[in-house]
């Protein structure tokens, strides 16, 4: 371990961190144990259940998984844990078309089950949704951590670590928003949709096996708040330190804070 540069790993309970010099590097990382888990729920499963994150952290984490070779991508059925309400499905922020030009349209995958923040009824989508979600046993999570503390679209003021729903529709907070126009998704923070669907934690936390993807210098005092903050939805990712099997690959910016804790 090199604490100069802040590279290395180490546990914090069950949290396994990783730091890696780039992001490319913690995204080739985080690929690879994506990988290693599906070749391990190819022996034993004859479908695989997958959700996908999405944003600028898992950019590296896509581009490096889909390029793997001998994956059992005919077995797995793939959702995604969050869009936005009513934002056209061809605009550059939705997260379906995110996932169609980087994995989708990349790999043969058995099933693609998108969420349709258009739908005409949305309390039907989530009842729909979370049916088939609980039906396809989802066994792997690629997850990221947002600037507010977000897991999926669970924000602070939104998250429940006891949430009796599968899949909700929330509001955007103010930070939220900012960060998504900060990584150029959208204009200005006042052009983001102020309402989305996501997965609630809940339903993140029945997935035995999570890797979760960060990068960037803008995530680097969310990621000591993550590790070092008291378990509360102030804060929610904090709650990753209470899972039996997350995995966490970081960039050396996003790690700038922790430097202390590489020891």
Known sequence: MTIANRTGSF???????????????????AANAVADALRELNASRESIGVIFATGASQLETLRA????EGLPWSKVRGFHMDDYIDLPKDHPASFLKYLQKYLTERVAMKEFLPIDGNAADIEQTCNRYAEALRSADPQLCLLGIGENGHLAFNDPGEADFNDSKDIKVVQLDKPCREQQAAEGWFESAEDVPTRALTLTIPTLFRVPRIVVSISGKRKAHIMRRTLLDPISTECPATILRTHADTTICLDEEAAAEIGDLLI
Do not use: D, H, W
């Open 11 to 29: 546990c914090l309970g069950t949290l396994k961190i990783n730091v890696f010099p780039s992001r490319e590097a913690a995204g080739v990382a």
């Open 65 to 68: 998984l889909v390029k793997i």
